[in-house]
């Protein structure tokens, strides 16, 4: 006898409708419905307040494809969970717009628009968006709420135009948020409560302009040409442990590990030579330098290293890439490629990130082989944020001159079908559901539209009537 004809089968790709015996029992096996968080966020320049440039997440940059482009001229997108903060810099007293956008599609929740003269960019922590603006001769920290973009309240400062990205830190133990930010000149710690700020203290120095605070130990490092500072996180207590024959503009921003309790300075010393120098950190008070190195690997002053996993130290210069033992500042090993100069590079877990004029490129950690190269990158030149992107669960912001607008790109893996298989009393149909991703879907003739990650596509299940046939 012939088998009766079977049903068209819907041609929408990953979702299948099979026939299947009848069965007595509810079967479910699936991964999760709803995305879990990303394990380690990025919510700091150079992914925290120690300025590591290292990530724990796993992104394989082969598995990449884009997701989503920002509007043109946003900057410096931190992320935490699923929503990505940026900054749109006016610059002289512009339109400046500070967006939340989602992770998943670039949609954007809100966004708070004002005109200042050169505000810095957003940092995010605490539940807070935090950045300096200035109206007039009025200098103030705007503190946004983080979920809606509505102003919660405004903080005076002494801080004016062109300051840095604040750095937030949250008090482990208490909860308490502090928020250090500094303009070249001045240095001020705020405390951030939930309807009101106060001024704890005030620091002067030649911090060079480009040099964000760094959290290490106890203690928050700056460093401008020449002339190197540590101050007390709660007290404001000097300590200017490097007084050079330089100063002037320029900066950096110090990278601190602190698992070893050692920070590194990418700066002018003592001359216009720019050197990466090693220190112990003890104390605020007990900061000793351990070594320090010049040359093609150490590159232009202003740029920061990343801190790898064992502590090796990866340095960008000209025309080649450092790997440099933590303890010696030996070179273990080495990337020769035309770089760009005032590079910072980033780590994920076992990918180096770094970029030239053009591309933002890939290397396999382990063998420092190229694994993947992406158009668009910072180029040359950047200023205070010179590193190559936020790199988090399964995705790589990229920041940079994309097809000649600054901005940034989300590119996201594409994940593998996650299998639904539900096997219902009295019925005889399996459904099979996996996530669309980022996955182009087409249906016969009509446009192909990319869908959101993480979003489910749900079929309805087809009900087999009570003379239904099975083969």
Same mark, same amino acid.
């Given at each position: 006898m012939t088998s009766p004809e079977r049903p068209t089968p819907n041609i929408t790709r990953n979702c299948y409708y099979l026939r299947f015996p009848t069965f007595l029992l509810l079967v479910l096996l699936s991964t999760s419905f709803v995305k879990i968080a990303a394990g380690d966020d990025w919510p700091a320049y150079q992914h925290d307040t120690a300025h590591t440039g290292r990530s724990s997440v796993v992104v394989d940059p082969t598995a990449l494809s884009l997701a989503w482009r920002s509007p043109h001229g946003y900057s410096t997108p931190l992320v935490v969970g699923n929503t990505v903060y940026a900054t749109k810099n006016g610059g002289a007293n512009g339109p400046v717009t500070f967006s939340s956008f989602d992770l998943s599609n670039g949609a954007i929740n809100w966004s708070y628009t004002g005109t200042f003269d050169w505000p810095s960019q957003a940092a995010v922590g605490g539940g807070f968006v935090v950045f300096q603006g200035t109206i007039g001769n009025t200098n103030s920290l705007y $503190? *946004?709420?983080? %979920?809606?973009?509505?102003?919660? @309240?405004?903080?005076?400062v002494k801080e004016g135009p062109l300051s840095l990205m604040p750095t937030i830190v949250q008090n482990p133990a208490t909860g308490a948020l502090t928020a250090y930010v500094d303009d070249g000149l001045y240095l001020i710690a705020i405390f951030l409560r939930s309807t009101s700020g106060s001024v704890i203290w005030t620091r002067i120095g030649s911090f060079g302009g480009s040099s964000m605070p760094t959290i290490v130990g106890k203690s928050v490092v700056l460093a401008g040409p020449g002339q190197y500072y540590a101050f007390d996180q709660t007290t404001g207590a000097e300590n200017h442990f490097?007084?050079?024959? +330089?100063?002037?503009?320029?900066? #950096? &921003?110090?990278? @601190?590990?602190?698992?070893?309790?050692?920070?590194?300075?990418?700066?002018?010393? !003592? /001359?216009?030579?720019?050197? *990466? %120098?090693? @220190?112990? @950190? &003890?104390?605020?008070?007990?900061?000793?330098l351990l070594w320090q190195r010049t040359g093609a690997g150490v590159g232009a002053p202003g740029a920061s290293v990343a801190i790898g996993p064992n502590g090796d130290v990866y340095s960008a210069g000209y025309g080649v890439i450092w790997e440099l033992d933590p303890t010696t500042g030996v070179t273990l090993r080495s990337i020769s490629g035309d770089f760009a100069s005032g590079m910072t590079p980033a780590l994920s877990n076992g990918v180096l990130w770094v970029y030239t004029e053009f591309q933002t490129l890939a290397y396999d950690l382990p063998t420092l082989q190229l694994l993947h190269a992406f158009n668009g990158t910072r180029g040359s030149g950047n200023g205070p944020y010179d590193g190559p992107g936020d790199l988090i669960d399964g995705h790589f912001l990229l920041t940079g001159n994309l097809d000649g607008f600054a901005g940034f790109d989300v590119y996201a893996a594409v994940p593998e079908p996650a299998v639904v298989l539900l096997v219902v009393l009295g019925l %005889? #149909? +399996?459904?099979? *559901? =996996?996530?669309?991703? !980022?996955?182009? &879907?087409?249906?016969? /003739?009509?446009?192909?539209?990319? *869908?959101? =990650?993480?979003?489910? $596509?749900?079929?309805?299940l087809l009900l087999p009537d009570e003379t239904s046939h099975t083969d």
């Open positions: $503190v *946004l709420d983080a %979920s809606t973009g509505l102003l919660r @309240y405004t903080v005076p490097h007084n050079g024959n +330089i100063s002037g503009g320029g900066g #950096t &921003t110090v990278a @601190y590990d602190a698992t070893r309790r050692e920070f590194y300075v990418k700066e002018d010393y !003592n /001359d216009p030579t720019s050197t *990466l %120098s090693a @220190y112990r @950190y &003890t104390d605020n008070n007990h900061i000793m %005889s #149909t +399996i459904l099979i *559901l =996996v996530p669309r991703g !980022n996955r182009r &879907t087409c249906r016969g /003739d009509d446009e192909c539209s990319g *869908l959101p =990650v993480d979003k489910f $596509v749900y079929f309805g």
